[in-house]
């Protein structure tokens, strides 16, 4: 079955970086682009950019431009997203999405999330 | 960005009764609309694609219609598994933006 598996919460200082996985498996890695999301704290849904698992090309939305870097390792069917300068704002769950939601399949699978607290 | 605005913000609805969530996209999406269910503690779980296509696995009481700026969910007889929070989704334009969210909860 179809499985998107994160790495462990983290906890971090303001000003540093955090890099949370997620490893995929039961289907093509390839074949879908990795979204991540991500809910502060009793809050709603952002969304945080894509990276097509396939080639490796990126989409960020602005707001998170020049802090997020997202990569993959398509040997080990595996997606990372990487934040730097963190703020105590991004104290947040962020999870992985496996989907093309422009190609109007049903495919569409999350991650369990991975919570990042940034405290001082 | 476009701006997508759910409303109701939150409803308290009785089991059995019909329940519609309204989803108004400050411009145009087209039918580029998804919408998801996401429980206390969980992951969101996608309900609705392509505006008006049922997720497979998805129990026929939801369904979903509408294009262009407005879209509702309308969930035909609530289940108590179904007290929850609802999230639409336009993946239209950059950045794909969500509704704030609309949480269903017992009357």
């Known amino acids: 079955q179809v499985q998107l598996v994160q790495s462990g919460a983290e906890v971090k200082t303001p000003g540093a970086s955090v890099k949370v996985s997620c490893k995929a498996s039961?289907?093509?890695?390839?074949?879908?682009?990795i979204h991540w999301v991500r809910q502060a704290p009793g809050q709603g849904l952002d969304w945080m950019g894509w990276i097509d698992a396939n080639g490796g090309g990126t989409n960020y939305a602005q707001n998170f431009q020049g802090r997020v870097t997202m990569t993959r390792d398509t040997s080990i069917n595996t997606a990372y997203m990487e934040m730097s300068r963190l703020r105590s704002d991004d104290t947040a769950i962020y999870y992985c999405?496996?989907?093309?939601?422009?190609?109007?399949?049903?495919?569409?699978?999350w991650g369990q999330g991975t919570l990042v607290t940034v405290s001082s | 960005d476009i701006q997508m605005t759910q409303s109701p913000s939150s409803l308290s609805a009785s089991v059995g009764d019909r329940v519609t969530i309204t989803c108004r996209a400050s411009q145009g999406v087209g039918n580029d609309l998804n919408w998801y269910q996401q429980k206390p503690g969980k992951a969101p779980k996608r309900l609705i694609y392509?505006?008006?296509t049922l997720q497979t696995g998805v129990p026929s009481r939801f369904s979903g219609s509408g294009s262009g700026t407005e879209f509702t969910l309308t969930i035909s007889s609530l289940q108590p598994e179904d007290f929850a929070t609802y999230y639409c989704l336009q993946h239209n334009n950059y950045p794909r933006t969500f509704g704030q969210g609309t949480k269903v909860e017992i009357k």
């Open positions: 039961g289907y093509t890695f390839t074949a879908y682009y």
């Open positions: 392509a505006a008006s």
């Open positions: 999405v496996s989907s093309n939601w422009n190609g109007g399949t049903d495919f569409d699978y």
